[in-house]
């Protein structure tokens, strides 16, 4: 499955983004879709994951009630809502799906191109 990720851009502090990814195929129940970032000289981390069957979300605990993850199954789609952002959240924004929650880069099998945040402060 190929992602297409996008939404990045440059805002100010407080302010707030909605990345969008789009699978070339349908996401299946089984799927996990996940949400990680990358800051410059840093590795990739964790932000946010949904079971595409069930729903259920999990967040990194620096997000944890500033982003939000959720799913459009009609369209392929996953969604990153953030808001109230840092100059911290600035990084490179990955979307990446799996078959299986993980935390971890490498627990996923496919991963969007990337799209850039960078927040002012």
């Known amino acids: 499955v190929q992602l297409q990720a996008s939404g990045g851009g440059l805002v100010q502090a407080g302010g707030s983004l909605r990345l969008s990814c789009v699978a070339s195929?349908?996401?299946?129940?089984?799927?996990?879709m996940g949400w990680f970032r990358q800051a410059p000289g840093k590795g990739r981390e964790f932000v946010a994951a949904?079971?595409?069957?069930?729903?259920?979300?999990y967040y990194e605990d620096s997000v944890r009630g500033r982003f939000t993850i959720s799913k459009d199954g009609a369209k392929n789609t996953v969604y990153l809502q953030m808001n109230s952002l840092k100059p911290d959240d600035a990084a490179v924004y990955y979307c990446a799906a799996g078959t299986q929650y993980s935390t971890t880069p490498n627990g996923y099998d496919y991963w969007g191109q990337g799209t850039l945040v960078t927040v002012s402060s």
């Open positions: 949904i079971r595409w069957g069930s729903g259920i979300r």
């Open positions: 195929r349908r996401i299946y129940s089984s799927n996990v």
